[in-house]
T-cell receptor, first 111, second 115 residues
Framework: SQQGEEDPQALSIQEGENATMNCSYK?????LQWYRQNSGRGLVHLIL?????REKHSGRLRVTLDTSKKSSSLLITASRAADTASYFC???????????FGAGTRLAVHP | DGGITQSPKYLFRKEGQNVTLSCEQN?????MYWYRQDPGQGLRLIYY???????QKGDIAEGYSVSREKKESFPLTVTSAQKNPTAFYLC??????????????FGNGTRLTVT
């Protein structure tokens, strides 16, 4: 079973609006990562947040982590059409040296 | 530019044939990974390698094989034993041997179609 599950599955917004995606996971983690995937391409790493961090920023991206609720959120502010992509959260799996990915949120930003 | 190269981008095979997907990296990363992605789903780990001449099975290794004879290369063979091989295959690498401690760098994938 997948460790991380994103919500919503799909999100459609207008340029300039903010987009929020959520990720829930089941077991304790050391860190959580967010990735972006453009259609037909590989994934690109966006942010890594460690379990002792609550919030992290990178440009227009803001990630929060709530380990008590086993959840994380990715906020994209002032979205652009170029932000259209699928976004995945990934967590480590029970101490093994591998990441477990959720099914992703498909974001569509309309001009 | 450093990165991961997967080839070919598209691959077509007849059922019953083995096929090998190429993955090369020039990032000097220790660890390499193969993931499979099906439409509308997340990535599932097939195999991973933390060091040359060593590799471990992931969650869906059945019907696949790998080798890691060189640090730069981690080819994946999809054998005829894989029941549903049509998928998008992604290769990745990470600087440290523990993937969860450093980000993964991905290639642009190989789309395999078996008929």
């Amino acid at each position: 079973s997948q460790q991380g599950e994103e919500d919503p599955q799909a999100l459609s917004i207008q340029e300039g609006e903010n987009a929020t995606m959520n990720c829930s996971y089941k077991t304790s983690i050391n860190n959580l990562q967010w990735y972006r995937q453009n259609s037909g391409r590989g994934l690109v790493h966006l942010i890594l947040i460690r379990s002792n961090e609550r919030e992290k920023h990178s440009g227009r991206l803001r990630v929060t982590l709530d380990t008590s609720k086993k959840s994380s959120s990715l906020l994209i502010t002032a979205s652009r059409a170029a932000d259209t992509a699928s976004y995945f959260c990934a967590t480590e799996s029970g101490g093994y040296n591998k990441l477990i990915f959720g099914a992703g949120t498909r974001l569509a930003v309309h001009p | 530019d450093g990165g991961i190269t997967q080839s070919p981008k598209y691959l077509f095979r007849k059922e019953g044939q083995n096929v090998t997907l190429s993955c090369e990296q020039n990032l000097n990363h220790d660890a390499m990974y193969w993931y499979r992605q099906d439409p509308g789903q997340g990535l599932r780990l097939i195999y991973y390698s933390q060091i040359v001449n060593d590799f471990q099975k992931g969650d869906i290794a059945e019907g696949y094989s790998v080798s890691r004879e060189k640090k730069e290369s981690f080819p994946l063979t999809v054998t005829s034993a894989q029941k549903n091989p049509t998928a998008f295959y992604l290769c990745a690498s990470s600087r440290t041997r523990t993937g969860a401690e450093s980000p993964l760098h991905f290639g642009n994938g190989t789309r395999l179609t078996v008929t």
